[in-house]
């Protein structure tokens, strides 16, 4: 599990050919093109079918996979002329029942909203602990949930005003990183993962239990703390730029929630250009030769924790804000899942990463929900009910999210954007 | 070369998931419809908002719907009650009457809190509500669409049963629970130790196994037995599947563990909504052995289907641990787990070990999902549900040890069944079992009965 | 041994101790021992890895721990550096004990180690390789980072440090590449040059040779060499027989997890109970390439290991 550096092994002299990579990557994505993601990831499999076609013929004692790399052309081929009719009809015309337009509307408006700050600030916490630092937390869900509840507890229940409720929400997840960390820190990362996980699930448990509703609001959660952010909204009407168009409410929580996003991301910059980044990173690539070398690595690992914990934390925070309430639903493992997909989309170790990630994985989750709810409501819809209804379209973003991480996780691991060299995860 | 069936596996998947949406839906015309249970508050699962044969046409922006049942007269539907609705600040929003199937709903004009009061003078005589001095709920209405919220009606008996009855009781189930875990924990476990995957996607094995048995029995119309014979073979078929089209390819690759686990995370997510997909969110009942009585055998009573659970389960972790005791196929698994590199330069068949590990692993955590899709109902979420469970019960006995598997799930089982008898919520009684998890981490990170030097 | 061999010392090191006149003994007292080890007890599954019952190691000079596979040096070596833990027994560093004292302080009072398989940071470029081994940086502090008019000019100071052994090992035209694209004997290399950044007194060297091509070797011995000579004490785990005859002052032979020889290098060599234990019929091959096979299924063995524990390494002896 630990980064551990292998010797350099020389070239075997008789390698078997092997399928090169694109050509499988381009059979994916012509299949998920024609069946879940209409027809967007059809060009990409286009794309990637060319490249290995091209490598193939360079080398062709190295690589085979001329076949599938076809398939994948001929698919995305299939579904790009299937993608340019939509784009044309839904554009240009009111033949189809989908409304183009409205389509990227939503999706930006989801890439730039609410949403996506939660999401951003989330998985600004995580790359701190497993893209600098290699710490496997996958119970991001259970530090907002603290922010979210420290906040809302302490006004509802408590009733201790508003500010200092903020201060609690900034000071919880800082515990929990500490009670957290002590035991676990010093395990192999697979055990810190299935730890932290199961924290998480015990808050999100615990915060729903129906014993503990007089305290915690049970399923149905906590509202009515939130007034005095509300008063704070020096914005009367609503916000319409063309383009994106938020509530008078909305625009006031992403004024503040992207502020917060750039304060974070400045500290993360700061922080990672110094000798303490230099640290966690070498950590992450082997924390016994940071050992060997005099540094303390458990308190580096910790002060990570925390860190990585508090941005987290902001995360709760401000959906809290945003949303006014706080359910236990909304801190499920899923949000966590979902906000390593947005992590590793930007790219790992990577300041910006982050964010980029956030806003890509809103942008084509609202777009392709936006999409199919369109394609599969109506009397007649677009799709056909026995493919497809209702209710069936809004789980097929989440197939794609799902089939979205794998793909990345196997062909790049290093996100978009990320130069393969740099790649901060434990490739092999 | 293996590489290319990566790409047959995803298009298997996504074609998979078309085949299964309309057998599905051929299913649905024959299922029950799901039924809210009224004596809880939990609207954690979402309820079967498709049209059973609604009479009222549902908004279309957001609303309120309340079922109300009578849990203490076999849920039956409670008709003529008025709710209202108000909204936070006060406003009246507005009321309605209980239809035939004891459903109301409500529009509400946007999304936010609401405040629904029941009037219970308008209850029938004989029904009440459980705390009626709790008559109102606050809904969060957070979606387009239904927002549901239930009242507890019906007063439970309580009966003063004796504690060791009912720990007697507690104790068996979470016997039979710990048993079903076991499968799955052997199963996890057989493929941490031979491929040292952390297999994030295992809870949706089981709920392969339980799927599968509610296609073949609701889809195809096959008995319930064969239908989950049929699913563990079909989940050794996955799993062998998986094995040589993702995780082979993988390893061959050299991609890391780190890389693996993240990988398993994306195939849990894909498959957990691909099941719901295709059998929709609601919990489905197989077509036979739903309710059956239990019969007194002095100490304990038991249903027949559990104590079928019971025995088969039982039967299958001997056999499976016999095999992998006695046979040499099994003594090459423990060598593979002990020690990869040193198996393979003795001249082992790594790959083809690994092979067969994934099918077993994955027909025995099939089988758990066969026995609770029979022991209660089928849900998409069910597996996923239960893998932190099966992970406390794996790291509990030490991580790649199957001794530690069994002895770990028996504990699990068994302290979230007694769990409630002690003090435990029981609207939370999994959180026992977490906390004994952290717990060992804690105190002894290499399990129970794990060896000190595999672990940090 | 070899005066005639020294380089010219700088002055402001002590004159080297002269071992020759030592009893070859296991376990003989030294003039000034830097480590003092009594009783060190380690066992795996009932198996004693390392079983020391005294052991004194000579500041300022160049002690080889030699013996075949599985004597336990590498063991000992990490139970010294507190990366393992002992069931039993007591050492002390310049008169500090260091029973349960967590690796990386160990490190900070002057006793830093290099290990058997390098850990450069692959993914880290050289110079920041380099920069890491720095002690007491206030940039390393957490609250302290985000200010850099803080730690610039103490980081400008040990970047110049860094050059300059860059230099020395011939590392400096690699500066900027990542370490993850260095060959195996650069890797040992920086690696060492890293541990000398920690500015340590007793430098311990898991094997330095091991994995390095011929052309290197003879520069690595001279930097060992040059260790000594600014006065500081070198301990090394080696096969290379050759490199023990050359550069060593002192031999420790261990077999079984036990001490069975000490002596200087030619005493040791002609020592029956060595040749016996050890040595056998190949006195002169060389034992790296005797034993490559076994080294290799060693490493294995050994990087097994690693990927299933984080912090509880040790070798693992064969049978």
């Known amino acids: 599990m630990s980064a551990t550096t292998h010797e350099p092994t020389t070239a075997p002299a008789l390698r078997p050919k092997r399928t090169h990579p694109a050509a499988i990557a381009s059979a994916v994505l012509g299949v998920a093109g024609l069946t879940l993601t209409a027809g967007i990831a059809s060009p990409f499999a286009l794309w990637k079918g060319k490249q290995a076609i091209t490598a193939i013929e360079a080398d062709p004692d190295d690589y085979e996979g001329r076949g599938l790399a076809n398939l994948g052309r001929v698919l995305g081929l299939l579904g790009t002329v299937l993608l340019v009719t939509w784009l044309v009809l839904g554009l240009f015309t009111n033949v189809l029942p989908v409304d183009i337009g409205q389509v990227f509307k939503t999706a930006l408006n989801q890439a730039l909203g609410p949403n996506a700050i939660v999401f951003a600030l989330a998985a600004i916490g995580l790359n701190v602990h497993f893209g600098y630092t290699g710490l496997l937390n996958f119970g991001q869900a259970g530090f907002m949930a603290v922010g979210a509840y420290g906040l809302a507890v302490s006004v509802v229940t408590f009733d201790i005003g508003f500010w200092p409720a903020v201060g609690i929400s900034l000071l919880a997840p800082v515990l929990l990183a500490i009670l957290l960390g002590v035991p676990t820190l010093r395990l192999r990362a697979d055990y810190l993962a299935i730890a932290t996980i199961a924290t998480a699930e015990i808050l999100r448990l615990t915060f729903g239990s129906v014993e503990m509703s007089d305290t915690l609001g049970g399923s149905n959660g906590l509202t009515g703390y939130a007034g005095t952010f ?143 709810g369109q394609a599969t409501s109506g009397i007649d819809p677009l799709v056909p009910t026995w493919i497809m209804d209702n209710t069936q379209s809004s789980l097929v973003r989440f197939i794609a999210t799902g089939l979205g991480l794998m793909l990345l996780m196997i062909f790049r691991p290093q996100g978009i954007f990320g130069d393969r060299r740099e790649i901060a995860i434990d490739e092999r | ?17 078309m085949v299964l949406s309309p057998l599905a839906a051929l299913a649905d015309d024959t299922t029950e419809p799901a039924e809210p249970s009224s004596t809880t508050t939990s609207t954690e699962e979402p309820d079967d908002q498709g049209g059973d044969g609604e009479t009222v046409e549902p908004p279309d922006g957001p609303y309120i719907t309340v079922v109300l049942q009578d849990s203490a007269n076999d849920d039956a539907p409670i008709v003529g009650v008025t709710l209202t609705v108000t909204a936070e600040d006060g406003t009246e929003v507005g009321s309605a009457v209980t239809n035939d199937e004891g459903r109301v709903i409500i529009e509400t004009p946007e999304r936010g809190a609401y405040e629904v009061e029941l009037d219970q003078d308008t209850l029938p005589d004989g029904t009440e509500l459980s705390d009626p001095d709790d008559a109102s709920i606050t809904i969060q209405v957070r979606f387009d669409g239904p927002n549901p919220g239930l009242f507890p009606i019906g007063v439970e008996e309580v009966v003063a049963v004796p504690f060791t009855d009912r720990l007697v009781t507690a104790l068996t189930s979470g016997v039979k629970f710990g048993l079903i875990v076991a499968l799955a924990a052997l199963g996890l476990s057989l493929i941490f130790g031979t491929t040292g995957l952390t297999n994030f996607a295992h809870g949706e094995l089981i709920t392969f196994g339980a799927v599968m048995t509610y296609v073949a029995n609701r889809g195809f119309g096959l008995p319930v037995i064969l239908s989950g014979v049929l699913a563990v073979v079909v989940s050794a078929l996955f799993g062998w599947v998986q094995e040589r089209g993702l995780w082979r390819p993988l390893r061959r690759r050299g991609t890391g563990l780190i890389a693996m686990m993240i990988v398993s995370i994306g195939l849990g997510l894909l498959l957990r909504n691909s099941f719901q997909y295709s059998i929709g969110s609601a919990r489905q009942s197989l077509s036979q052995y739903v309710s059956q009585g239990r019969r007194d055998y002095g100490f304990i009573s038991l249903a027949d289907k559990e104590l079928a659970i019971i025995g088969i389960a039982l039967v299958t972790i001997t056999i499976s641990c016999v095999l992998l005791m006695k046979t040499r196929l099994g003594k090459a698994m423990r060598a593979v787990s002990d020690n990869p590199a040193l198996s393979a330069s003795s001249g082992m068949k790594v790959d083809s070990v690994i092979g067969a590990v994934w099918i077993l692993g994955t027909a025995l955590t099939g089988l758990a999902g066969v026995l609770l899709a029979i022991n209660s109902q089928v849900n998409f979420l069910m597996g996923f549900k239960l893998l932190l469970l099966v992970f406390a019960a794996v790291t509990l006995g030490g991580l790649g040890t199957i001794w530690g598997a069994l002895f770990g799930s028996m504990i699990i089982g068994i302290m979230v069944e007694v769990g409630p008898l002690f003090g435990v919520p029981s609207s939370i009684k999994e959180v026992g079992a977490l906390v004994v998890l952290i717990l060992v981490l804690l105190l002894r990170p290499q399990g129970i009965l794990g060896r000190r030097e595999r672990i940090g | 041994m070899s005066a005639d061999t020294e380089p010219a010392r700088p002055s402001a090191a002590a004159p080297r101790p002269d071992l020759s006149g030592l009893e070859p003994r296991p376990g003989v007292p030294k003039p000034d021992p830097i480590v003092k080890g009594d009783g060190i007890r380690r066992t795996f599954g009932g198996l004693a890895a390392v079983d020391v019952e005294h052991i004194e190691i000579q500041r300022g000079v160049i002690t080889a721990l030699i013996g075949p596979n599985g004597a336990g040096k590498t063991t000992l070596f990490n139970l010294l550096t507190g990366f393992d833990m002992p069931d039993s027994g007591e050492w002390s560093f310049n008169g500090t004990s260091l029973q349960r004292v967590a690796p990386y302080k160990v490190a900070r009072l002057g006793m830093v180690r290099t290990f058997q398989l390098t850990k450069v940071l692959a993914k880290l470029t050289v110079i920041e390789n380099m920069r890491l081994g720095a002690t007491g940086q206030r940039g390393e502090k957490f609250w302290s980072a985000a200010l850099p008019f803080l730690w610039r000019s103490q980081e400008e100071s040990n970047t110049r440090r860094a050059d300059d052994l860059l230099a020395r090992f011939k590392l400096d035209a690699k500066r900027e590449d990542f370490a993850g694209s260095l060959s195996g004997g650069q890797r040992k290399l920086l690696e060492m040059a890293r541990a000398l950044m920690v500015d340590p007194e007793l430098i311990m060297l898991d094997e330095p040779m091991a994995g390095v091509n011929p052309a290197l070797k003879q520069s690595l011995l001279g930097h060992v060499k040059s260790l000594r000579d600014e006065g500081r004490t070198v301990l090394f785990v080696e096969h290379d027989m050759d490199m023990v005859r050359d550069i060593s002052d002192w031999v420790i032979v261990m077999a079984q997890g036990q001490i069975v020889a000490e002596g200087t290098p030619s005493e040791v060599m002609s020592n029956p109970a060595v040749i016996d234990a050890y040595l056998g019929a190949h006195h002169d091959t060389d034992l790296t390439e005797l034993d490559e096979h076994e080294l290799e299924s060693e490493a294995e063995a050994e990087l097994d290991h690693e990927t299933s524990t984080a912090s509880d390494e040790h070798r693992k002896d064969a049978p």
């Open chain 2, 1 to 17: 070369m293996r590489l290319r069936l990566l790409a047959w596996f995803a298009a298997g998947l996504a074609f998979l998931m």
């Open chain 1, 230 to 372: 509300q008063e704070l909204n020096p914005f009367e009407s609503r916000l319409d730029l063309g383009f994106v168009a938020f509530s008078a409410r909305d625009t006031w929580s992403v004024l503040v929630g992207w502020s917060m996003v750039a304060i974070c991301l400045l500290i993360v910059w700061a922080l990672m250009r110094s000798p303490w980044g230099r640290v966690l990173r070498s950590i992450r690539e082997d924390e016994d030769a940071v050992r060997s070398l005099g540094k303390n690595v458990f308190a580096y690992k910790m002060q990570a924790l925390v860190l990585g914990g508090v941005f987290g934390g902001l995360a709760g925070l401000f959906l809290a804000l945003k949303q006014a309430s706080v359910v236990p639903t909304d801190y499920s493992t899923n949000v966590t899942f979902f906000a390593y997909t947005a992590l590793l989309i930007g790219g790992a170790a990577r300041v910006l990463g982050p964010v980029v990630g956030a806003m890509i994985f809103w942008f084509l989750i609202s777009g392709l929900g936006s999409f199919l």
